[in-house]
């Protein structure tokens, strides 16, 4: 199964006076996040109900915060540490992004063909190009888990089920999923379907 998430609550979000009113595009989790973040991995488990084996991420913090947690609560249930993957096709992304992180990550991003700001277009593209990789692990028997941001989950959502609405920017009929919501996707003879998600709007295409 593939389950994609968003990460969970960042830290200048629920501490914002440590970071003197600015935003930081790639500031750590908030305590709230990583205990969030724990509560999200064992509601996964029990959706699962096999061990996750392959969790690729956005090389974000936010991201590889949460995706440490969910293998940490893993490893605690099943003996076995998830392999976790930078994943530059699930990095942050918005055609009006302006970035505010180290140069470090931008020039990492910038290697792999992402600047900002940048196009629905290759947004799109990026995240059919991870969907295949995701597949093609999940060929193989495994649980595949995506840990990335809003616009991304739900580009990759559209990827899976084409009706569901959004359009790469925030309209009034976008839906951008919250904190650690949840969608559980099986494929099978070609086909997906969900089978669990925190987001109605998913649940709802998929009920059609």
Same mark, same amino acid.
């Given at each position: 199964? %593939?389950?994609?998430?968003? @990460?969970?609550?960042?830290? #200048?979000?629920?501490?914002? +006076? $440590?970071?003197?009113?600015?935003?930081?595009? /790639?500031?750590?989790?908030?305590? =709230?996040?990583?205990?969030?973040?724990?509560? =999200?991995?064992?509601?996964?488990? *029990?959706?699962?109900?096999?061990? %996750?084996?392959?969790?690729?991420?956005?090389?974000?913090?936010?991201?590889?915060?949460?995706? #440490?947690?969910?293998?940490?609560? @893993?490893?605690?249930?099943?003996? /076995?540490?998830?392999?976790?993957?930078?994943?530059? +096709?699930?990095?942050?992304?918005?055609?009006?992004?302006?970035? /505010?992180?180290?140069?470090?990550?931008?020039?990492?991003?910038?290697?792999?063909?992402?600047?900002?700001?940048?196009?629905?277009?290759?947004?799109?593209?990026?995240?059919?190009?991870?969907?295949?990789?995701?597949?093609? @692990?999940?060929?193989?028997?495994?649980?595949?888990?995506?840990?990335? @941001?809003?616009?991304?989950?739900?580009?990759?959502?559209?990827?899976?089920?084409?009706?569901? *609405?959004?359009?790469?920017? $925030?309209?009034?009929? #976008?839906?951008?999923? $919250?904190?650690?919501?949840?969608?559980?996707? *099986? %494929?099978?003879?070609? *086909?997906?379907?969900?089978?669990?998600? #925190?987001?109605? +709007?998913?649940? /709802?295409?998929? %009920? =059609?």
């Amino acid at each position: 199964m %593939l389950t994609i998430v968003r @990460h969970s609550y960042r830290d #200048d979000g629920e501490n914002s +006076e $440590k970071y003197s009113g600015t935003r930081n595009n /790639n500031c750590p989790l908030s305590e =709230k996040g990583k205990e969030y973040a724990a509560v =999200k991995a064992r509601e996964l488990i *029990k959706v699962l109900n096999s061990p %996750l084996k392959q969790i690729y991420t956005s090389p974000f913090l936010r991201t590889r915060q949460t995706a #440490d947690v969910f293998a940490d609560i @893993h490893e605690k249930a099943y003996g /076995n540490r998830p392999l976790i993957s930078n994943l530059m +096709e699930l990095a942050e992304g918005q055609d009006n992004y302006k970035p /505010n992180f180290s140069d470090e990550l931008k020039n990492d991003l910038l290697k792999n063909g992402i600047s900002y700001p940048e196009s629905f277009d290759n947004i799109k593209k990026r995240c059919n190009d991870a969907i295949i990789i995701g597949t093609n @692990h999940m060929a193989l028997d495994n649980n595949v888990l995506f840990v990335t @941001h809003g616009i991304i989950c739900n580009t990759l959502i559209q990827n899976i089920f084409p009706e569901y *609405k959004f359009y790469g920017i $925030k309209k009034p009929e #976008d839906y951008v999923p $919250k904190c650690c919501d949840l969608s559980v996707f *099986k %494929l099978d003879l070609f *086909k997906w379907s969900l089978v669990y998600s #925190d987001t109605p +709007e998913v649940t /709802n295409i998929s %009920l =059609k």
